[in-house]
């Protein structure tokens, strides 16, 4: 599985990938929104070793790496998160390296991977789930075309305390209709 856009090449993520990942993922200032910062080398790994070995399996979270083609560098990583009883939803995910943020390159990886996904893997519905405070997320997820379903209050327990957390998604018709 290999998606393209202009200025990226996005692919499964692989162990040799880990330092690159480490390098961005452990930042906890840059990255205090996301659910897993690595400590340790070892922990990208691991984390790298548990991706599936197929794409679009139900159940499964799929990691995927952004290469910037200019550089080919790793800039970030998008998740895939396939569920449902019918395997036709999915969950996405993104994180941008500090220095590559604000530059359109997630808006650029996360609609490639959502054409694949609604047009090559037939899936019904995308959601995305952020924080509140993630106001760069919120932005981002906006001018995708996603809309908000709803808002939970204190649903998600994030480093020690219970968070509120905000559930975007967007159908098929509707990605078909904004382009």
Known sequence: MKIESERLLIRPIMPEDSQAI???????ETNKYQGWIPATLAEVEHFIAKN???FDLPESWFQLVMIDRTSNRIIGDIGVHF??????QVEVGCTIKKEFQQQGYAKE??????????????????IASVAPENRASIQLLTSLGFR?????????????????DILFAMLADEWNTAL
């Open 22 to 28: 480490f390098g961005y993922r452990s930042d906890q």
């Open 52 to 54: 599936p070995k197929s």
């Open 83 to 88: 569920f449902g009883n019918e395997n036709l």
């Open 109 to 126: 990886g996360l609609t490639a991977v959502m054409q694949a996904l609604f047009s090559q893997y037939n899936k019904h519905r995308i």
């Open 148 to 164: 908000k379903e709803a808002h939970f209050v204190k649903s998600y327990f994030h480093n020690g305390t219970w968070e509120d």
